[in-house]
């Protein structure tokens, strides 16, 4: 059985950072491209971060380009997103998923598992 799980979110002010991890049961992530998703309230899920099997090839949407770096060790089969310089818009459940597709999928309907999220929350 397949189970995905994130860690590391948490409370923090604006300007700070944090470093969200996923890991997975039932899975060898270096066979799987890799995103990080959030949910805001009241708003649709979007794509933040995708990251390419072998890790050469990343994606990030805009409002978070030069703030967050998206990275995997797959020898320890685990996914990372570093967020600095977070931003009260920032607030929003994030969720890791991995997808099948080969290359540098971004679209939520190519990633096939998914962890339940970790809460981050940034106060002005």
């Known amino acids: 059985q397949v189970q995905v799980v994130e860690s590391g979110g948490g409370l923090v002010q604006a300007g700070g950072s944090l470093r969200l991890s996923c890991t997975a049961s039932g899975l060898t992530l270096d066979n799987y491209a890799m995103g990080w998703f959030r949910q805001a309230p009241g708003k649709e899920r979007e794509g933040v971060s995708c990251?390419?099997?072998?890790?050469?090839?990343?994606y990030y949407v805009d409002s978070v380009k030069g703030r967050f770096t998206i990275s995997r060790d797959n020898a320890k089969n685990t996914l990372y997103l570093q967020m600095n310089s977070l931003k009260p818009e920032d607030t929003a459940m994030y969720y890791c998923a991995a997808s099948g597709r080969l290359g540098l999928p971004t679209r939520e309907p190519d990633f096939g598992y998914w962890g339940q999220g970790t809460q981050v929350t940034v106060s002005s």
């Open positions: 990251i390419s099997r072998s890790g050469g090839s990343t």
